[in-house]
């Protein structure tokens, strides 16, 4: 017979990208193919983002939608994943005939178990909590790259999961479990092997990726769960040889210590970008939002990494209209935006999560002020953006080839140390292709992107 083979349709964050990841690893090693389309898929996993009321609802409509796709192929499979399967659970089954199988954040493990059952007939869901550190023991990963030429220079790896924040407005404490850090001994083995593999760049990921650890800091377990400050696992990660590049993602402000600061001046692989979510610029709302800092506290920090690394390059996430948001205080958020000088930002309007202690609030923004906020905001961000862009313009920098340009023609595209996407010419230079990592200067400026012009090559 032959072999199946599956597809994975992915929505929401980075964590939610490495999950798929897992599962497809984990697949492999139960015997699928990977499909080259859905078209061509036994198996479809949709993993899922509940972020915000539209992520959600794209579930519901691809599911709709798949009715047809399983009725043109009988046998066919869909398997649910990601936060929404993890909250709404085996109601999904209920709900939706057309659905074989739900796994829950926790339970990437289970798939090819609950595959098998699918593939008998069993429908069934498995969403239960897993607080065991057990849960990162995977296969090790993927080290071919998708394109198939070559091996893989970047890569996630997980160094906690889950968040104890509770931030009022996100439903990720309810979808994502308590935090739990992995043991340092596993992150680094893990790193190491993916380095030997041929990978030069990894990020490592965490719902707060710096409270890494910190539980077990504060209540004397470090030693027993093998976990560290998170400036230390910088450090000896930074120190494995033939790694490049070491990015971290996300960051909550409350845990920036002076170490991790510090750490941006010392660390020769840390790259000088910092994802860094502020959320809003008024102090009444972070209070409100349940941030736990000031936006004088934020500032704080951004002067203390520019300190340490004059070129480090800010990003951050945004909310607008979250409850009770006057026009003063959305000023606040556009003057801190100026302020912080982010280089770029990602700006959502707010959305109530059910069960979020946000979303019993009253006090709504409504939708026409909301949007009208979103676009001021994006507008002044999109101006700092490219004058940021243009203040680069005839400086150099080292690019890591990802791939086509998303401007078509023949243009290769990849990232720059401060994460920025650089386009290049491939006739600038003689062994410009996917994985290389290209000294270059950058000739142009646009609003999502530079262009540059390779100096030389390297492998
Ligand atoms: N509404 C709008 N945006 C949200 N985010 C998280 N929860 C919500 C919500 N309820 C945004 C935050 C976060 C990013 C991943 O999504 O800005 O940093």
Same mark, same amino acid.
């Given at each position: 017979?032959?072999?199946?083979?599956?597809?994975?349709?992915?929505?929401?964050?980075?964590?939610?990208? %490495?999950?798929?990841?897992? *599962?497809?690893? @984990? !697949? =492999?090693? /139960?015997?699928?193919?990977?499909? &080259?389309?859905?078209?061509?898929?036994?198996?479809?996993?949709?993993?899922?983002?509940?972020?915000?009321?539209?992520?959600?609802?794209?579930?519901?409509?691809?599911?709709?939608?798949?009715?047809?796709?399983?009725?043109?192929?009988?046998?066919?499979?869909?398997?649910?994943?990601?936060?929404?399967?993890?909250?709404?659970?085996?109601?999904?089954?209920?709900?939706?005939?057309?659905?074989?199988?739900?796994?829950?954040? %926790?339970?990437?493990?289970? *798939?090819?178990? @609950? !595959? =098998?059952? /699918?593939?008998?007939?069993?429908? &069934?869901?498995?969403?239960?909590?897993?607080?065991?550190?057990?849960?990162?023991?995977?296969?090790?990963?993927?080290?071919?790259?998708?394109?198939?030429?070559?091996?893989?220079?970047?890569?996630?790896?997980?160094?906690?999961?889950?968040?104890?924040m509770?931030?009022?407005?996100?439903?990720?404490?309810?979808?994502?479990?308590?935090?739990?850090?992995?043991?340092?001994?596993?992150?680094?083995?893990?790193?190491?092997?993916?380095?030997?593999?041929? *990978?030069?760049?990894?990020?490592?990921?965490?719902?707060t990726v710096n409270a890494?650890?910190?539980?077990?800091?504060?209540?004397?377990?470090?030693?027993?769960?093998?976990?560290?400050p998170f400036a230390?696992?910088l450090?000896?990660?930074?120190?494995?040889?033939?790694?490049?590049?070491?990015?971290y993602t996300s960051p909550h402000p409350l845990f920036y210590d002076e170490a991790l600061i510090r750490a941006h001046g010392?660390?020769?692989?840390l790259?000088p970008h910092v994802h860094l979510p502020v959320q809003s610029g008024?102090n009444?709302?972070l209070?409100?939002?349940?941030r736990r800092y000031t936006r004088e506290r934020y500032l704080e920090i951004v002067e203390g990494l520019r300190r340490a690394r004059p070129?480090v390059a800010i990003t951050s996430d945004l909310?607008?209209?979250?409850?009770?948001?006057?026009?003063?205080?959305?000023?606040?958020?556009?003057?801190l935006v100026?302020e912080a000088a982010l280089v770029?930002s990602?700006?959502?309007?707010?959305?109530?999560?059910?069960?979020?202690?946000?979303?019993?609030?009253?006090?709504?923004?409504?939708?026409?002020?909301?949007?009208?906020?979103?676009?001021?905001?994006?507008?002044?961000?999109?101006?700092?953006?490219?004058?940021?862009?243009?203040?680069?313009?005839?400086?150099?920098?080292?690019?890591?080839?990802?791939?086509?340009?998303?401007?078509?023609?023949?243009?290769?595209?990849?990232?720059?140390?401060?994460?920025?996407?650089?386009?290049?010419?491939?006739?600038?230079?003689?062994?410009?292709?996917?994985?290389?990592?290209?000294?270059?200067?950058?000739?142009?400026?646009?609003?999502?992107?530079?262009?540059?012009?390779?100096?030389?090559?390297?492998?």
């Amino acid at each position: 017979m032959d072999r199946k083979r599956f597809a994975i349709r992915t929505y929401g964050c980075q964590m939610n990208v %490495h999950d798929s990841e897992k *599962v497809s690893s @984990l !697949l =492999e090693q /139960a015997g699928l193919d990977p499909a &080259a389309s859905e078209a061509e898929a036994d198996l479809l996993v949709i993993n899922t983002c509940s972020i915000r009321d539209k992520a959600e609802h794209q579930l519901y409509s691809d599911l709709g939608k798949l009715r047809e796709w399983k009725a043109e192929r009988p046998g066919r499979i869909v398997g649910v994943g990601g936060c929404v399967a993890q909250q709404v659970g085996d109601r999904l089954l209920g709900r939706f005939s057309q659905l074989d199988f739900v796994y829950g954040t %926790h339970n990437l493990r289970r *798939v090819p178990a @609950l !595959l =098998e059952g /699918a593939f008998e007939g069993r429908r &069934a869901a498995w969403v239960g909590e897993d607080p065991s550190p057990s849960r990162f023991d995977l296969p090790m990963q993927r080290t071919r790259s998708t394109e198939g030429q070559g091996p893989r220079r970047k890569a996630f790896v997980t160094v906690m999961e889950g968040c104890d924040m509770y931030c009022s407005f996100c439903i990720v404490p309810s979808t994502r479990g308590r935090e739990i850090s992995r043991a340092a001994t596993e992150i680094e083995a893990e790193v190491r092997a993916l380095v030997e593999a041929g *990978v030069v760049e990894i990020t490592l990921l965490g719902q707060t990726v710096n409270a890494y650890g910190r539980h077990d800091v504060r209540r004397g377990h470090a030693a027993a769960a093998g976990t560290m400050p998170f400036a230390e696992l910088l450090a000896r990660l930074d120190a494995i040889p033939g790694l490049e590049r070491i990015r971290y993602t996300s960051p909550h402000p409350l845990f920036y210590d002076e170490a991790l600061i510090r750490a941006h001046g010392e660390l020769e692989h840390l790259c000088p970008h910092v994802h860094l979510p502020v959320q809003s610029g008024s102090n009444r709302i972070l209070e409100s939002m349940r941030r736990r800092y000031t936006r004088e506290r934020y500032l704080e920090i951004v002067e203390g990494l520019r300190r340490a690394r004059p070129d480090v390059a800010i990003t951050s996430d945004l909310i607008v209209g979250f409850p009770g948001e006057t026009e003063a205080d959305f000023g606040d958020t556009l003057a801190l935006v100026q302020e912080a000088a982010l280089v770029d930002s990602f700006s959502f309007k707010y959305s109530p999560r059910p069960g979020t202690r946000a979303a019993e609030m009253g006090d709504e923004v409504s939708p026409e002020v909301a949007q009208e906020r979103l676009t001021r905001l994006q507008r002044l961000q999109g101006g700092q953006t490219l004058r940021y862009h243009q203040s680069r313009v005839g400086g150099r920098t080292l690019v890591l080839i990802d791939g086509a340009s998303r401007r078509g023609g023949d243009q290769l595209s990849g990232r720059d140390l401060h994460n920025r996407v650089v386009n290049l010419d491939p006739e600038a230079g003689p062994d410009l292709r996917i994985g290389a990592r290209v000294p270059v200067r950058i000739v142009d400026a646009t609003p999502h992107s530079l262009l540059a012009e390779a100096l030389a090559s390297h492998p």
